[in-house]
Structure formats: C-alpha cells, structure tokens
C-alpha cells in the first residue's frame, strides 16, 4: 500500500466528508463541495542510528465550498471546525491511516482558511502532518 492511498482511504472514512466520490489525489474536482489531497514537497527526516528514519510529511487538504452568501461562508466554517475536531479525535485515538509503516501521529499543521473564492464557490485548505518510521 502507498502512502497516498492510505491517507486517501482514511480521509474518506471520515463521516463528514460530504461525498468520498469527489476525493481526489493532486486534482481538486470541478464539483461543488468536492476535496483535494496534495503533498506539501517539504517534510522532515530524521535519520536515527539503526538506519530507520522518522518522517514527517505534511498533507494539504483543499475543499471546495459554496460561498456565495454570507450562510454559506459561516457553515463551511462550521463544517471545516468539525473536520479539524475530527483529526485530533483520530490522533487522541491513535486511528492513523494504514501507509505500510508504523505511523507515531497525525496533526494538524495549519488549520483550515479560505486560500481563493469566485461568486459562487471558495476553496479552503487544511494542512495535516502525518509522522512515521521507515526501515532502510
């Protein structure tokens, strides 16, 4: 299993994700109120004695929501409040997405804010880190 996939499948257990059909991998779908997940091309290694490696690489997290009235901008604040509450229950619980490492911890990085908006629609982005160990 690739790292992507098991991020992917674990963001799409998440019960508030309106419509895990429009999760994509670096793409944010046309729809409305669909998600993106891209990797941030920065992480941290820290190589350890045995030759194992902690890595921490951090995932952005682009949701595409209605904006065109004044409601519409509060609930997908609201929601994206949830979808924050969300990934520390799953850190709290230690429910880490299966990558094929053993995974220490999931975070959040950045917490969600509006990055572009048209009349009709915003996207907002999330960024989420995910640390693990990898064998040589």
């Given at each position: ?74 609930s997908s604040d609201e929601y994206l ?56």
């Amino acid at each position: 299993m690739s790292i992507i996939t098991g991020i992917l499948g674990w963001v799409k257990g998440c019960d508030l994700v309106d419509d895990p059909e429009y999760i994509d991998v670096n793409l944010l779908p046309p729809e409305m109120m669909a998600l993106g997940i891209y990797k941030q091309p920065s992480g941290t290694v820290e190589p350890l004695v045995d030759g194992t490696k902690i890595i921490t690489d951090v995932y952005y997290l682009l949701f595409k929501r209605p904006a065109q009235l004044e409601a519409e901008r509060i609930s997908s604040d609201e929601y994206l409040e949830q979808i924050e509450k969300w990934v520390e229950a799953q850190e709290c619980e230690e429910n880490y997405p299966e990558i094929g490492y053993r995974v220490f911890g999931v975070g959040i990085t950045n917490t969600a804010y509006m990055m572009e908006r048209t009349d009709e629609d915003a996207v907002y982005q999330l960024a989420i880190s995910i640390t693990y160990m990898k064998g040589d």
